[in-house]
Every structure is written in C-alpha cells, then in structure tokens.
C-alpha cells in the first residue's frame, strides 16, 4: 500500500522473523548432510511459543522441509490458536526425548514481553524445560536463536558442546552476508566464477572460532546487568572527596589567620 519496493522482514515484535528461519534451517541442513537429511526428522520447539516471533517462523520452514514438528512448553506459554496448528504438545525435554526429538530447538524466556505470572519460577521452568548435559545421551542436536540465557533454557556447559548448533547458526548468519558480497566482488571485477563448493569453503574453522567467541560473549544477556552496580559503587568512590581533616581542624591555639596559615 505504501511503496512498491520489496520489503524484508528482519524480525517483527511477536509476528515472525523468517531471516531467521531461514539461516538456521541452512545450518541444520548443513549438520545433517544437505537437505535431504531433513526429511522425516522430529524436531521439538522448546520454550516461550507465545512471544516467540522465531517459533512462528521455523515451525513453517521446518514442516515444509519435511519434519515432523511438537511443541514442548507449559500452556500458559503457547498461542491462543497452537490447536490449530495440529501438532502434538509435550509437557517437558525428558517427553520430547522419548517423543524421538532428533532436534531440540529451544527458545528464550521472554520475561520482558509477560503480564503477569505465566511460570512459577524460573528455577521450576528451567527443571523442565532447560536443556542440560544428561540430555545429549539422545544424540539430538541442540539450537537455539539467541541471545542465550545460561542456566534457564540450556546450562552452560552444552551451549558450546559438540552436540550444539549454536555456534553454527551465528557463523551462518555473520558468513552468508560476506559471501555474497564477496562472489558479487569477485564477478564484478571479471574474476571466474566461483563454485558454490569453492565459496563455501571460505566458510573456515576461524570463522567458527569467532562465532563461538560470539557466543560466550553474548550468551548471558543479563551479565551487564549485574556487574553494573559495583561498577557504579567503584566510580562514586573515586568521585567522593577526601574525608580527610583539614590541618587546622583541631588545633585549639592560635588566630584564626594563623591557623588559615
């Protein structure tokens, strides 16, 4: 209605976010052989589904590739309209193992988008629906969209293991914008073409290194949050003047100019 000029959704509040979707369903394409690999595979979304806007975009990308989808998360955290969408719903990561999860696709709790109490605790939620190291006997993989919430959704032990996507999903999405730049580069400066093969072996372990890196750094979100007050407290000591006494304080002879003196 506004312009005629195509439109890309990055991310939009609760609605979808299908640039997401689709870097990530490249990832596991990649981790499962090409997307071949992906037909008939069970994938279980774990999580916050309600304010999801992720989950309303891989749920599509991941049926339509062939798999077959559940819902893992307590009622107070699915849509209104989850009956319509026809999947099974599971009550905890244990069900969703024995359900034969071959992907655990785990989402971040929301707490800034709830009204009201829609969990316990995070303790009780994470309980059930955290992902930790007895998990991975399965051999399911372990995605997660970011940022990560150590210790909620997955501990910290399993956000880097083997059995984890993480780091692939955050090489995909930062290697994807400089490839293509740097084919369109190549050809525009009369360079041979490249193979597909050829391009994306750029794609090197130093790139990966830098995602993981990526990912320790931004894996707790609320780590800013808890170091700020004594960074605070630190810088109002330095600021606060001396409480030392002046020396003429105390001095109970003498004028009032030679104690100025």
């Known amino acids: 209605r506004h312009t005629s000029a195509p439109v890309i959704n990055a991310g939009d509040g609760c609605g979808q976010h299908p640039t997401q979707a689709l870097l990530d369903l490249y990832a596991l394409c990649e981790a499962l052989g090409g997307f071949e690999g992906l037909q008939d595979r069970r994938v279980a979304i774990v999580g916050d589904v309600l304010h999801s806007r992720v989950a309303r975009s891989v749920i599509p990308a991941f049926l339509q590739a062939g ?9 107070t955290l699915l849509p209104p309209d989850e009956g319509a969408l026809d999947l099974p719903v599971l009550t905890s990561v244990d069900e969703a193992l024995e359900w034969g999860a071959d992907v655990l696709y785990m ?44 210790g909620v959704e997955i501990s910290g032990d399993v956000v880097l293991d083997a059995s984890s996507l993480i780091a692939d999903q955050v090489a995909v999405s930062v290697f994807n914008g400089s490839k293509r730049s740097g084919l369109a580069a190549s050809i525009g400066s009369g360079a041979k073409a490249c193979s597909a093969a050829a391009i994306d072996s750029a794609a090197s372990t130093s790139t990966r290194a830098a995602a993981a890196r990526a990912v320790r750094a931004v894996s707790d979100p609320y780590r800013f949050t ?19 006494r002046p020396p003429w304080r105390g001095r109970s002879s003498g004028t009032a100019a030679e104690r100025r003196a």
């Open 67 to 75: 798999m077959e989808v559940a819902l893992v998360a307590p009622r």
């Open 107 to 150: 989402l971040r709790l929301q707490k800034e988008r709830m009204t009201g109490a829609r969990i316990p605790s995070v303790a009780e939620y994470a309980r059930f629906y955290g992902v930790s190291r007895r998990h991975l006997g399965s051999g399911a993989l372990v995605m997660h969209p970011g940022p990560v919430n150590r």
């Open 226 to 244: 808890r170091a700020a007050p004594r960074r605070a407290r630190r810088r109002s000591r330095a600021r606060r003047p001396s409480r030392r």
